[in-house]
């Protein structure tokens, strides 16, 4: 199976995870027409009340009451009654398969592997990092290739590929799912809804958003409406994970599963909807935001009950004269023209929204009395007045704007702490080496001293400063400077962890993380000779690039101690003459690795590909041992062996050879040549190893 894997924040629920006998629901009409429905009352509770029910599939029938199978027919040889990713068992029906506990990851490594209803999603673990960094951000992959923040694996003209989400959509507009729309007739339920990637959702054909308050039973054409718990992302926050709640009879929050949400340029939103874990539930649609599609462009949609929305101008604040964009005095832009504000009443709350607007660190201080010069223009607001919780300066309040009694060396000043920037790493992955590079000069409020950094051993320091970045080294080896080598059917991966310190901090401080990983091919016939693809998902992720896999060479020797190797160009033998086939590995771990010469066969064309061959070696043996001996092969990283040459092909044109090999790691599994397929570490690209061209001449001239 394949699904788009999930990056980062997923969590579960029981009831999603498989078909388990007998199911809540809200109404007895999710029951399977082979189920028993009994209502699930509490003491003294009517049967009249608002109360849920219990599914349980009769005598004879398997399953989780929504859905029951026929025990006797589903239990019979080559009877298929479950869906994909599901397997079949007599007692609970249809139940999840969990492809997560095969002896083979499905998911490369470093990625570890999740179970999902039906399927499995690959996630990147988590170590310690920055601790401000969001916990809801999400990040997707895309087979092989990890998506930006703030894009999803979407299949777009049959082909999967990382896109933004919200350019790729699926408009829902129902009038049932509006909160204004009252329950009565049809009861609708989204758990029977086949849903694939991202949706908009409309009403009447005006875009609208999921409520973020509590919607009560029995609406939106249904009988729990489900709304966003947690609040919608801002543009600049990329995919976050946001909570759903449905309305039932233990309250607003009866049942509650995580979506993924994304917020759009233009005042709109996409949700990744899934399967809800019962019927009946659907998601509902807020009229209330109709007026949001309204907003222009500079304005936002804002509303302080969630119930009541309105576009709203928001006035921007910059500093001015001070050391940095984050002090200064602050200077409001309202009717076109930028002015100043006065300082009564000025204090550490008002500097605090300010600093927030601005983007800037934590507030340090609020000066008065024109500390950083007078400005000029109108002074637009006088006696402000703020929580310190507004979003935006002009929200908190004030005398109203230009009614003021000051003059500009009363203008007010803000000192907030510059924000420090991400630390964005390089990665270069080689056959040799893993270098991991920061910038030499990191500023803000948490700088980090990025020459103070080690590996997994603290005593791994090693550096080197090139044209402003600061480089890390460390082998490609297992076990050196603390690399961990894990292995499997696809990938072998060195995964290793820079940590840096703060700067100008001698106490104790928790070191910031920067995991990253070399991650080289299993598959030899998977080209893997392609660049560095670096990517920074987050600071609670690694840093992954791939590397080429190793080098080969193949010579052919004149005699059989291997010790005289023809000289490069054509080579002219006699038939029936023996070619003595030498091959060689340059690979960092010799003491891990062996070589493997998996398929050698003959052409009479430079093409390895060319569908007439005569092969000489196949599934690590040889095709006939009257013609070909080998005589060393998964030992070390060399092989030899010697073959016969007759005209395969029944004429005298040129011959070409050509070997396909493959990387053992001798330390997880055995390398001997038995004649079967053994997946191992790639040490070439799709194109096998070639030696020619080789003439014949018959015997005697």
């Not at 005006?206 to 054409?221: A, L």
């Not at 804002?302 to 576009?311: F, G, L, N, Q």
């Not at 948490?446 to 550096?463: E, F």
């Not at 400077?481 to 290793?496: D, E, F, M, P, R």
Request: proline share 6%; hydrophobic share 35%; glycine share 8%.
């Amino acid at each position: 199976m394949t699904a788009p894997q999930l990056i980062l924040g997923l969590f579960f629920i029981t009831a999603l995870t498989s078909y388990v006998s007998g199911a809540e629901v809200t109404s007895c009409e999710a029951c399977n027409k082979w189920a028993s429905c009994t209502p699930i009352l509490k003491a003294g509770q009517a049967i009249s009340s608002q109360h849920s029910s219990n599914c349980s599939c009769i005598k004879g029938f398997s399953g989780d009451g929504m859905s029951c199978y026929n025990t006797t027919t589903c239990s019979a040889a080559r009877a298929s009654c479950c869906p994909t990713g599901y397997g079949w068992s007599p007692e609970k029906g249809c139940v999840d398969i969990d492809e997560c506990s095969a002896l083979q990851s499905p998911c490369v490594a470093p990625l570890m592997c999740v179970n999902m209803p039906g399927s499995f999603t690959c996630l990147l673990p988590q170590v310690n990092a920055n601790p401000a960094s969001n916990p809801r951000l999400v990040q997707f992959s895309c087979g092989q290739k990890v998506c930006n923040l703030g894009q999803d694996c979407i299949t777009i003209n049959g082909i999967p590929r990382c896109a933004d989400p919200c350019q790729h959509y699926t408009i829902l507009d129902d009038a049932w799912r509006s909160t204004d729309f009252k329950t009565n007739g049809t009861l609708h339920c989204d758990m029977g809804v086949n849903w694939q990637g991202w949706y908009r959702m409309y009403l009447g054909g005006v875009s609208v958003q999921m409520p973020e308050r509590c919607i009560q039973p029995r609406m939106c054409g249904t009988d729990s409406p489900l709304w966003l718990k947690t609040p919608h992302p801002v543009n600049s926050e990329g995919v976050v994970q946001g909570t759903v709640c449905g309305s039932w009879v233990e309250g607003c929050c009866n049942f509650e599963f995580p979506i993924d949400v994304k917020a759009c340029p233009g005042n709109y939103y996409v949700y990744k909807f899934v399967k809800p874990p019962l019927c009946f539930l659907a998601y509902a649609a807020d009229a209330n935001t109709k007026v949001c599609s309204t907003c222009r462009e500079g304005t936002s949609c804002v509303s302080a009950d969630k119930i009541t929305w309105t576009c709203q101008t928001q006035d921007p604040v910059r500093l001015s004269g001070g050391r940095n964009r984050c002090e200064g005095r602050v200077e409001l832009y309202h009717n076109g023209r930028w002015g100043t504000i006065c300082d009564d009443d000025w204090n550490m709350n008002a500097a605090t929204v300010v600093c927030r607007q601005l983007g800037c660190g934590k507030a340090l201080a609020a000066p008065v009395n024109g500390r950083f010069g007078p400005g000029s223009g109108p002074i637009w607001m006088d006696n402000t007045q703020c929580l310190g919780t507004e979003a935006y300066l002009v929200e908190c309040k004030h005398n109203g704007f230009e009614n003021h009694n000051c003059g500009h060396y009363e203008d007010a000043g803000v000192i907030c702490e510059e924000p420090s920037t991400a630390v964005v790493p390089q990665l270069v992955c080689n056959r040799t080496l893993m270098r991991i590079g920061v910038p030499a000069v990191h500023r803000g409020s948490n700088a980090l001293n990025t020459t103070s950094g080690h590996l997994a051993d603290p005593t791994c320091v090693a550096q080197r400063e090139e044209n402003g970045t600061v480089w890390y080294e460390v082998q490609s080896r297992a076990a050196v400077c603390g690399n961990v080598l894990k292995i499997n059917s696809t990938h072998a991966v060195y995964s290793n962890t820079l940590f840096l310190f703060l700067a100008n901090s001698s106490v104790f401080s928790l070191p910031t993380a920067f995991p990253f990983s070399c991650v080289y091919p299993l598959d030899s016939r998977i080209s893997m000779d392609i660049a560095v693809r670096p990517y920074l998902s987050m600071q609670e992720m690694g840093l992954v690039g791939v590397g080429p896999g190793a080098r080969a060479s193949m010579s052919l020797y004149r005699n059989a101690n291997f010790t005289t190797m023809y000289p490069a160009g054509p080579v002219v033998l006699p038939v029936g003459a023996p070619l003595h086939v030498g091959v060689n590995v340059e690979e960092v771990e010799a003491s891990r690795f062996a070589v493997i010469v998996d398929e050698c066969s003959i052409t009479d064309t430079p093409n390895p590909n060319n569908p007439e061959r005569y092969l000489l070696i196949q599934n690590r043996c040889p095709s006939d041992p009257r013609d070909v001996l080998v005589i060393e092969n998964g030992v070390s990283l060399q092989a030899r062996f010697t073959a016969l040459l007759f005209l395969y092909e029944g004429n005298y044109n040129d011959m070409f050879l050509h070997c396909r090999l493959s990387l053992c790691d001798r330390t997880t599994e055995s390398c001997s040549t038995k004649c079967q397929t053994r997946t191992s570490r790639s040490i070439s690209s799709h194109k096998s190893l070639t030696i020619g061209p080789i003439s014949w001449t018959k015997e005697g001239n």
